[in-house]
């Protein structure tokens, strides 16, 4: 030990050049590892906001204004009541920085690996507005989800699908190796994207199209946005009122599946003797049929028939019948006036 402690004493100067890095060792470990805490100090106050959607955002993210970290995200959940189906975001923020209720709560992207956190900003800094509590809530019309990147990216599906996969992947890898210092030169990168972007270039036309087709749409959505926002709600009030009819909409199936058994019954029932009954009148119908020229005839001539029954009642509610004439006329044959009726020609016969 003495041998050690004399060591020492010869080297000081090695003794304090350790003793020195130690302690800025110390000191940018304890730097580093307050940078990276995520623990609050100080007082806090409890705020929440309400989302549409908060899927990525975890418990610990943090809660920024203007870059800066205020504080962090201590619970996501499901709401209830009338904020069932929209995301409640729990957030515990320093008390000492000023926030006011007319701020809007923004969900963003920290990096690329997904993981996001909560920006508060506002708008319009000049108004006058409350300071937030502990306790309060940012409603929803005051709230933004974040950006869905995979609708972002199928919104450019038109454009990526006039690339082709091995190009593309070409590319990639030249620019791997150029950036890691081996494969082809910057010169000839730069002429493989040229060429590359070219294609698109060729395809002009159809991009044109693209943006043209997207724009009528949104302009249509936006010129009938009232008629869109009448469906919506009409289509509520036809679910809502389906909805409080469903015991009246079941009742009323019960009675149709009821009656619906009841006339098969009742079809089964009948359905010997009418097949019978068709059988006997089938006789007729072929008579009938054979004689259609006759019932032509007769039914042209019995509209003049009735009119001479209804001259016949025209005195009274008695029959007043006169006869005229008297006419025997065979079949094929000519007609003979027998004679034996009174004169044709008298007033009542005319």
């Known amino acids: 030990m003495g041998r050690q402690l004399s060591e020492l004493r010869r080297h000081k100067s090695a003794v304090a050049g350790v003793a020195v890095f130690t302690l800025v060792a110390v000191v940018l470990t304890a730097m580093v590892s307050g940078t990276l ?22 418990a610990g993210d943090d809660v920024r204004v203007s870059g800066v970290r205020i504080g962090r995200v201590t619970e996501t959940r499901v709401g209830t009541g009338e904020e069932r189906g929209l995301a409640v975001v ?12 007319d701020i809007t709560a923004t969900i963003d992207y920290l990096n690329l690996m997904g993981q996001r956190y909560v920006a508060l900003t506002r708008a319009d800094r000049t108004t006058d507005a409350a300071r937030l509590a502990d306790g309060d809530r940012i409603p929803l019309d005051r709230t933004r989800p974040a950006l869905d990147l995979t609708a972002m ?25 150029v ?21 698109l270039v060729d395809r002009e036309d159809t991009l044109a199209r693209v943006v043209d087709n997207v724009t009528l749409v949104l302009q249509t959505t936006n010129d009938h946005r009232a ?9 509520d009030s036809l679910t809502s009122g389906l909805a409080s009819d469903r015991d009246r909409m079941a009742a009323s199936l019960d ?57 016949t009642l ?4 008695y029959l007043n ?23 044709r020609h008298s007033k009542r016969c005319r």
């Open 37 to 58: 805490s995520r623990a609050q100090r100080g007082d806090t106050i409890t705020v929440s906001a309400v989302f549409r959607d908060a899927t990525g955002l975890r």
């Open 90 to 101: 729990t957030m515990n923020v320093s008390s000492d920085q000023v926030l006011h209720e």
């Open 153 to 177: 990216f199928n919104a450019f599906e038109p454009i990526f699908e006039l690339l082709q996969p091995g190009d593309l992947n070409q590319l990639a890898t030249n620019i791997v190796q």
């Open 179 to 199: 950036l890691q210092g081996q494969g082809p030169t910057i010169e000839h990168l730069l002429e493989q994207t040229a060429d590359l972007t070219s294609g």
């Open 227 to 235: 008629q869109f926002t009448e469906l919506v709600r009409g289509l």
């Open 255 to 311: 009675g149709i599946a009821r009656l619906s058994a009841t006339t098969a019954d009742l079809v089964d029932g009948v359905s010997g003797p009418v097949i019978d009954v068709t059988g006997l009148a089938q006789p007729w119908f072929g008579f009938l049929a054979d004689k259609k020229d006759l019932l032509a005839r007769t039914g042209a001539a019995l509209p003049q028939q009735l009119e001479v029954y209804l001259r």
């Open 314 to 317: 025209g005195y009274g509610s």
């Open 321 to 343: 019948v006169f006869v005229c004439t008297h006419v025997l006329k065979l079949a094929g044959g000519p007609s003979i006036d027998l004679g034996v009726a009174g004169d």
